[in-house]
């Protein structure tokens, strides 16, 4: 089970880096994290039980790791880190292995408060 779809994605998170078929792939990564962070898949009946907030919550936080997920998939797809021409350089912005855990970490960490029952 998908933990957010494109339309909460582009109306309410207000993402702007992937397109539908992108988004698509990567949320189900997203929502597997999850799982692993709240050791067990939750079901639509779990999700319903769940107040409206924590649900959005739940979204968002979907929605934050596809970003993220995103974002270190091109860092591993970039041959070139930086470059210069003439003078002119150019840096990319690259995460590193430790920003990457750390900010997942900070990402998980706005799951609502109702998952932890089932740690």
Avoid: H, W
């Avoid at 494109?6 to 990564?29: A, I, N, P, R």
């Amino acid at each position: 089970m998908v933990y957010a779809d494109y339309e909460y994605y582009k109306k309410k998170y207000f993402g702007t880096l992937l397109l539908e078929d992108s988004f698509d792939s990567l949320v189900l990564k997203a929502s597997r994290e999850i799982d692993k962070n709240i050791n067990t898949r939750l079901t639509q009946a779990k999700l319903n039980n769940l107040s409206k907030e924590a649900q959005e919550q739940l979204q968002y936080t979907a929605c934050a790791l596809v970003d993220l997920i995103e974002r270190k998939k091109k860092n591993e797809d970039r041959k070139l880190s930086s470059f210069s021409i003439d003078g002119v350089s150019k840096n990319f912005n690259n995460i590193s292995i430790e920003e990457y855990t750390q900010t997942k970490k900070d990402i998980l960490a706005n799951l609502p408060d109702e998952l932890t029952a089932y740690l």
